[in-house]
Nanobody
Framework: QVQLVESGGGLVQPGGSLRLSCAAS????????MGWYRQAPGQERDMVAT???????NYADSVKDRFTISRDNAKNTVYLQMNSLKPEDTAVYYC???????????????WGQGTQVTVSS
């Protein structure tokens, strides 16, 4: 089994910063792409940022120049540094990873349980 465990969410004032972490554990042969998605109440889950195993990054237009995604392959962990936070960034943030559990297995998507980020004064 594979687990993704997120941490780092919370309440922050507009203009503030938060750093999210997501650690993958369990039966892992290889982790390919990792990413962060978010879902606000009544809305669909949207991509925030992704990073390949070769550290190529991709960001939603709404977070470019404010958020930075990174990963530590030795720790099977992905991070999201969020700066200059705005009220519209309020959402549940989900970690995603595409993981192969063995040499013979195909990659599949795994999700974390989500962590709440609230930006409010």
């Amino acid at each position: 089994q594979v687990q993704l465990v997120e941490s780092g969410g919370g309440l922050v004032q507009p203009g503030g910063s938060l750093r999210l972490s997501c650690a993958a554990s369990g039966r892992i042969f290889r982790i390919n792409d990792m990413g962060w998605y978010r879902q606000a109440p009544g809305q669909e889950r949207d991509m925030v940022a992704t990073i390949t195993s070769g550290t190529i990054t991709n960001y939603a237009d709404s977070v470019k120049d404010r958020f930075t995604i990174s990963r530590d392959n030795a720790k099977n962990t992905v991070y999201l540094q969020m700066n200059s936070l705005k009220p519209e960034d309020t959402a549940v943030y989900y970690c995603n990873a595409r993981i192969r559990t063995s040499y013979a297995a195909t990659s599949r998507d795994y999700w974390g349980q989500g962590t709440q980020v609230t930006v409010s004064s």
